[in-house]
């Protein structure tokens, strides 16, 4: 076994796989670590079939290093460390040609839209490669994508500093968002439901909130004297957390949607007519949200340890799937070269 296959029906399987060499502009990576994500769950529990050609060797959080270099690719070298920025677009598309590459109308998304990181070896475009750092440990280095995404919804919601904003939504990324709108000079209140997220985030230094005990819209009326929130981050994915979203943001606040929501959610526009509120769309990332995130993984700004909850090999990937869908992880990555 070499790497590990969604096949259909809630169902992984080992797979041996037998590679080519790298084409020409392509670099083979031996890959380290692959992390599991919310998307890799939409993609194991079937909502994803539509789009998916199975069997699929998924996954695009990833860490590595350079194992061989197809003709015409110059810059790097064998045994380089490295991580994938994983959209390939066509640069033909209105999107692409209105400078929006990165949510190309064609795009692929590698390791959804072509096959991804859950195998040792891995041929990608040479333009996808991302340098990590001299000194950054690889499974840390695992993160960057994750980042990347958080560091492009910070961004794309125009936080300042001094800004109060609030993260509906405890998980990895939500974490994440708040670790980087915190660097970047926000204050931040996360709301979460489980009691465990909830523990491990203020143990980072971050206040939370359950919505459950305490009426979120009055706590964050109180946080900003009356105001509301300068940027609400909707990452939960669930319906009741969007229909309250609105109530949360300050007059003309922005309200930046996160997560992925399966089916059309109903939303408060009586609210958003009231306020003047922006809502705002965060799908991927651009390259200089990589180039952000990698610093921010190398300079010890993101708490990779804490965030890495554990380290399973390739062949425990489904049971790491069975423990992310109860919530008894926070990130788990696959020791993809097999070391764990």
Known sequence: MNGIAYVGDRRLDPVELTWTAPAAGEVQ??????????????????????????????????SGTVAALGEGVTGWSVGDAVTVMPLDWDGTCPACLAGNEHICQNLDFIGIDSPGSLQQRWNVPERTLVRVPAGTPLDHAALIEPVAVAVHDVRRSELREGDKAVVIGGGPIGLLIASV???????????????????????????????????????????????????VFEVSGAAPA????????????????????????????????????????????????????????????????????????????ADAFADLEAGRAMKILVDVAGTA
């Open 242 to 317: 969007v229909l309250g979203a609105t109530d949360l943001a300050k007059v003309r606040g922005t309200l930046v949607v996160v997560a992925i929501h399966p089916t059309p959610r109903p939303l408060d526009l009586q609210r958003v007519f009231w306020r003047e509120l922006r809502i705002l769309g965060a799908r991927v990332y651009q390259r200089v949200d990589f180039e952000t995130a990698v610093e921010l993984v190398a300079e010890g700004v993101i708490p990779a340890d804490e965030l890495i909850t554990r380290v399973v090999p390739l062949g425990a990937t």
């Open 181 to 231: 709108a915190r660097h970047f000079g926000a204050e931040v209140l996360v709301v979460e439901l489980d009691e465990r997220r909830r523990a491990q985030i203020e143990s980072l230094g971050f206040a939370t909130l359950d919505p459950r005990e305490r009426d979120q819209k009055a706590v964050v009326e109180e946080w900003t004297s009356g105001a509301g929130a300068d940027v």
């Open 29 to 62: 990576v031996e890959v380290a670590y692959t992390g599991l994500c919310g998307t890799d769950l939409h993609i194991f529990h079937g909502n994803m079939d539509a789009r998916v050609n199975k069997p699929l060797v998924f996954g695009h959080e990833m």
